[in-house]
């Protein structure tokens, strides 16, 4: 009797988002476990905890189901890299 | 800067669930706002918030999405009323 | 930028509840983690996860401090063991 | 059946904040409603939601009591206004 669930406030993509066709900036991730995030505010996207923010969106959707969590994100801003 | 939501651990159907075809003991329910509920444990569903219990089920899913929660439960036991 | 947390609707003491003085019937007890719990309702008491009910009970207060949940509960009823 | 409660990741103080003596730099603030932040990372506080960031700090606990949020928090860092 107990659901185990993290709080999150920046996206962690490690790599692994995928592209929602055919909206160019709408992105969906899977992570193991349940997570929440703020919905439809604007957060820091990373490529992983210790990197720079490489972006920054809004989650639309979460998804809990079978212990993952399916993150839809739309991608707002991207950092230009020089 | 703030997402509200709410934990629940009873599921109030308001009369609202609609079967999900083909399954038939599987169940789908909008509700408005942010809802979080105890998944893949045995809670008790109820028509409304005074009513007795109608029986129990699962929930299978949760998706958040535009200030809506879309809550899939398998019903397992309905009680039965004489 | 992430904290767990997990949600709880059992109780399960562990045998570790403190009585509080001089309040006869509220408990307090430390567990390791983030906890929630359902605030002022009445939920089951349980001495471990596989025994039987031992009474019903309502939270009363959750300190969240040092990756802690320090939980105090008034107990309602207890369940007679004849 | 419910409770409810906010996932907060930005410190709005309206300005009641309380120095909790003789630490200089923890502060109290108590809000209504049960509000979780992220524990123990370096958030944004603002005097209000409009505001400018005013600094930054720490969530160090939170007390959940009679639908109340007892906040203490660290102050990490003043934005210098020249």
Same mark, same amino acid.
């Given at each position: 009797?107990?659901? =185990?669930?993290?709080?999150?406030?920046?996206? !962690?993509?490690?790599?692994? #988002? *995928?592209? $929602? /066709? =055919?909206?160019? /900036?709408?992105? %969906? !991730?899977?992570?193991?476990?349940? *997570?929440?995030? =703020?919905? /439809?505010?604007?957060? %820091? !996207?990373?490529? /992983? !905890?210790?990197?720079?923010?490489?972006?920054?969106?809004?989650?639309? #959707?979460?998804?809990? *189901?079978?212990?993952?969590?399916?993150?839809?994100?739309?991608?707002?801003?991207?950092?230009? $890299?020089?």
């Amino acid at each position: 009797m107990s659901t =185990p669930l993290s709080m999150e406030w920046t996206l !962690i993509t490690g790599g692994k #988002e *995928k592209r $929602v /066709n =055919p909206d160019e /900036n709408l992105f %969906e !991730i899977t992570f193991e476990g349940y *997570k929440l995030f =703020p919905m /439809n505010e604007t957060i %820091e !996207i990373k490529r /992983n !905890i210790r990197a720079d923010q490489i972006g920054s969106g809004e989650i639309k #959707e979460l998804l809990l *189901k079978d212990n993952t969590t399916i993150c839809k994100y739309r991608l707002i801003s991207l950092h230009s $890299v020089n």
